[in-house]
């Protein structure tokens, strides 16, 4: 067992990546020579080669469209988005053609892009490098969007993407790139969770507690804080937003009977409305209360000044907590 950051814990899973599989080549502003803006692919430039490690000029339509091109031709980049607001003119690209080649050839071609962004507030960042775009890419069919929320599933969930036959949208909570957990660095891909399975983090018995990437830890701390109230919640890492393990979600919500999820992305229209219309679908007669949601506000992210209001954190969560037993 190594202690790893969680950005340690991609780059160490990015190297046994690159080790194993020649074809798989990194691609983006700066992953080169800096390593990137958060230092996740430093070193590899010098261990493998300019000619794996590539660093892109600054045009992400341009970074993932030849993305496509190298994986049409036998290789498996992994793209950097340098920040999660950049994504954007690039997702042309992404929507138009990556989800799609595989239903477009009737299944001959597949493009196994990872398309890595750094995600989510509570870095102090200005405008376009807080976003919680991760609804977009849920919303579109072909594309499998997964997130990770620490060291041991960044190590594993990283490699399992690259490895992954279809193209992968692959979020990284920016602000938990420094915090450290105990990683196995020489476990087999038979030790790990399959990619796209939930994990029940917390188990509990009067609210089930939904969350993925960077909202998971304030979910457990407001777990902490419920059990000294007497109320214990269950904590679901979702890992994958699609495809998403329902059943995994399904059958803690009808224990619990109650069901809270949490992102940080703008609650309306966020992911969780998907969650919250397809639990009420599979749950309704079990359920003692509306499935409510908690996120940021409807709004542009704000001055870092003010984020610690936008962002969800203990306090309203166990308010939407509170409000369950209200029914």
């Not at 071609?109 to 609804?135: D, K, M, Q, Y």
């Not at 679908?281 to 940021?296: A, Q």
Request: aromatic content about 8%.
């Amino acid at each position: 067992m190594t202690t790893l950051t969680l950005g340690k814990a991609l780059n160490e899973g990015l190297r046994k990546a690159m080790e194993n599989d020649p074809k798989v080549l990194m691609m983006g502003e700066d992953v080169g020579k800096l390593g990137g803006v958060f230092r996740i692919t430093d070193g590899l430039q010098k261990d493998f080669g300019e000619e794996r490690v590539i660093d892109t000029p600054l045009a992400e339509s341009g970074i993932v469209g030849t993305a496509i091109g190298l994986a049409l031709r036998g290789y498996r980049p992994v793209c950097e988005i340098q920040f999660d607001g950049f994504v954007f003119p690039a997702a042309d690209q992404i929507i138009t053609q990556l989800a799609k080649m595989r239903m477009r050839s009737l299944g001959a071609l597949s493009l196994p892009v990872v398309i890595r962004i750094p995600c989510g507030g509570g870095i102090g960042a200005v405008e376009h490098h807080s976003e919680s775009p991760e609804a977009y890419f849920t919303h579109t069919a072909g594309l499998r969007v997964v997130a990770c929320s620490n060291p041991v599933d960044a190590y594993a969930m990283i490699q399992q993407s690259i490895a992954s036959p279809d193209p992968v949208i692959f979020f990284e909570p920016k602000r938990r790139y420094w915090e450290k957990a105990e990683v196995d660095v020489e476990s087999a891909d038979s030790d790990w969770a399959p990619l796209h399975r939930a994990r029940v983090v917390r188990p509990g018995e009067h609210v089930t507690v939904l969350a993925y990437g960077p909202s998971v830890k304030t979910c457990l701390e407001a777990a902490a804080a419920a059990a000294e109230e007497g109320r214990s919640l269950e904590v679901i890492d979702l890992r994958s937003l699609n495809p998403l393990d329902i059943g995994t979600v399904v059958d803690s919500v009808n224990r619990t009977g109650r069901c809270v999820v949490v992102h940080e992305a703008p609650v309306f229209n966020g992911f969780g409305a998907e969650l919250a219309a397809r639990i009420t679908e599979k749950c309704f007669y079990r359920l003692e209360s509306p499935v409510l949601r908690v996120g940021g506000f409807s709004t542009p992210y704000p001055p870092s000044r003010i984020e610690d209001h936008y962002l969800p954190d203990l306090d309203r969560i166990l308010d939407a907590v509170d409000r369950t037993f209200a029914w």
